[in-house]
């Protein structure tokens, strides 16, 4: 097997925490770091520019000669390590300069490859000149330091990246190029619109529908890059399915994500940390909605990035709201939407309370979310909670709240990263529509909570295979069977799945937390690295044929 003697690795969420992508990269840096040691460079946009970015640890002498010839090429970067487990090395590139000249990089995109970027709108402007900055980065680096190197790859993720994958293919063609999508984004453009992705997906043409659903040019770039990059992967065989019939391409290889357990606490630490999530989650709750919550309380969650039919919080909101009337309910529920929406700020009345060591016994107004939002009479949540007239009365078994912001700690109400408040739930559920692979799944079990998901994400069908097709919540995951029509029966399934479990004895439901965290650990990075050699080797394989025909 060929292996890289030096790895580039770009995306929008190097150093910038934005979704699953950032957990992805942060979480596989150290096992990879550990292996080819500092012969591994990402490369992300400096957003933060002369602010300091907490994620980056900013490093003036590295490279000096090489910084010195950059910048006299014009290039506006920081060097440095990103602040994570392995501290790989990061450079930040402002990509800013190049939207002077960006309709000169779309004509000759087009006439090298033939991507269309003449229906671009919103962030592809954006994207594509941080892909042409970091292009340039990896092309100047190579170029200075790296020519008596073989084996070198290039790694780009997500539409996003993928210009600057191009223009290294035919900039520096020694160079061997990657691209990952983790997601479509025609795929998901159908899946959010309403579209029956499933049933129909060996019937739509990606370009037809890409036209209809007005994003040509994120398609094109995605697609194009598809066909001329050396190694081509996706995250799941959910995606690669996708991938083969929106962009016309087979995937050369999947590549699993996952995870480590660095972030998990051990033994007493662990039993502390729930502790203290749990009471903090209560504390909350009480002041928000005036009800007092006992240890008994199932804290059941929801979270991940707000897509209301994709990531199935439409069939959450539901399933809550029918175990209101569910008689098989044997403990009292405490739900949360934990989904960052266009938040405003904290609640100061929520403020307000919480900063008083008192146990309320009346609600706030409107006591069902933590945070005011933007768009408060238009959000679909909130538009959810209200036309069902869920009011979180004390009396109810069932309490709804909307956490509509980042859990990064300082969030003005909760104060606590988002592991950190994970670690206290007793269930989690992601009921996905559209979800390539599923972070929020496999984080939940690796902080030992049994979850709930469904079989069309990637990480449903992987624990299919680990645990077996009938899998329920006692195995640590119940993985429900999800289709393109079968709304109320998944939100039956998830009801009596809740019920099931709350019916357990402390015995059984301890039981079904080790299985959870028995499951992540053969998701560890260890295990599944693996399969980036091999698309590294496939890279060097087809980037050798390239060559040749020249």
């Not at 009921?431 to 692979?437: C, D, G, K, Q, T």
């Amino acid at each position: 097997m060929i292996k890289p003697d030096f790895i580039f690795e770009s995306s929008w969420e190097v150093c910038n925490k934005v979704g699953g992508i950032y957990t992805v990269l942060s979480t596989r840096a150290k096992t990879l770091q550990e292996s080819v040691k500092d012969n591994l460079v990402f490369i992300g946009p400096d957003l933060w520019l002369d602010k300091e970015n907490p994620l980056f640890v900013e490093d003036r002498k590295l490279w000096p000669s090489w910084v010195k010839k950059a910048a006299a090429q014009g290039l506006r970067i920081r060097t440095g390590r990103w602040n994570i487990p392995g501290q790989p090395y990061a450079i930040l590139v402002d990509f800013t300069p190049y939207y002077a000249i960006k309709n000169e990089i779309y004509a000759q995109a087009w006439n090298d490859y033939q991507v269309d970027s003449l229906h671009a709108y919103g962030d592809y402007d954006e994207a594509s000149m941080f892909a042409y900055a970091a292009a340039l980065v990896v092309e100047s680096f190579y170029n200075h330091s790296l020519t008596r190197k073989k084996n070198v790859i290039y790694q780009v993720h997500e539409w996003m990246t993928c210009l600057g994958a191009l223009y290294i293919q035919k900039h520096v063609p020694r160079i061997a190029t990657v691209f990952t999508t983790h997601a479509t984004s025609i795929g998901r453009s159908i899946a959010g619109n309403y579209k029956p992705l499933y049933d129909y997906l060996w019937a739509y043409n990606g370009q037809q529908m890409a036209q209809e659903l007005n994003i040509q040019s994120k398609h094109s770039i995605e697609r194009q890059t598809a066909h001329f990059a050396d190694c081509f992967t996706t995250v799941s065989d959910v995606t690669a399915n996708e991938c083969k019939e929106l962009l016309d391409k087979d995937c050369d290889a999947v590549l699993m994500n996952g995870f480590e357990q660095d972030f998990v606490p051990k033994g007493a630490k662990f039993t502390a940390a729930r502790k203290q999530a749990r009471q903090r989650i209560f504390r909350v709750a009480n002041a928000l909605t005036g009800a007092q919550f006992t240890d008994d309380t199932l804290i059941v969650a929801t979270s991940g990035r707000y897509e209301y039919k994709n990531k199935g919080i439409d069939v959450f909101l539901e399933a809550m709201y029918r175990s209101l009337y569910e008689q098989g309910l044997q403990r009292p529920v405490l739900a949360l939407v934990q989904v960052p929406g266009w938040m405003e700020a904290p609640r100061v009345d929520l403020q307000d309370r919480l900063m008083q060591d008192v146990v309320y016994d009346t609600p706030l107004i409107d006591p069902l979310f933590t945070h005011t939002l933007h768009n408060q009479q238009d959000d679909s949540v909130l538009g959810y909670l209200h036309s069902h007239g869920i009011r979180n009365n004390q009396d109810s078994r069932v309490k709804i709240i909307f956490v509509p912001c980042y859990l990064d700690g300082n969030d003005g109400i909760f104060n606590m990263p988002y592991y950190d408040m994970l670690i206290g739930n007793d269930l989690a559920v992601y009921p996905s529509y559209y979800e390539p692979w599923g972070y929020t799944p496999l984080e939940a079990v690796a902080f030992h909570v049994p979850c709930i998901t469904t079989s069309l994400s990637g990480f449903g069908m992987w624990a299919r295979k680990e645990l077996g097709k009938n899998c329920g919540i006692l195995h640590g995951v119940e993985v429900i069977e999800r289709n393109d029509y079968n709304f109320s029966e998944v939100v039956d399934a998830i009801v009596s799945a809740i019920s099931a479990y709350s019916a357990l004895d402390d015995k059984a439901q301890e039981q079904a937390r080790k299985k959870a965290a028995t499951l992540s650990g053969k998701a560890l990075w260890k295990h599944f690295i693996q399969y980036y050699y091999e698309a590294y080797h496939i890279a060097f394989t087809n980037r050798d044929k390239r060559l040749e025909k020249k």
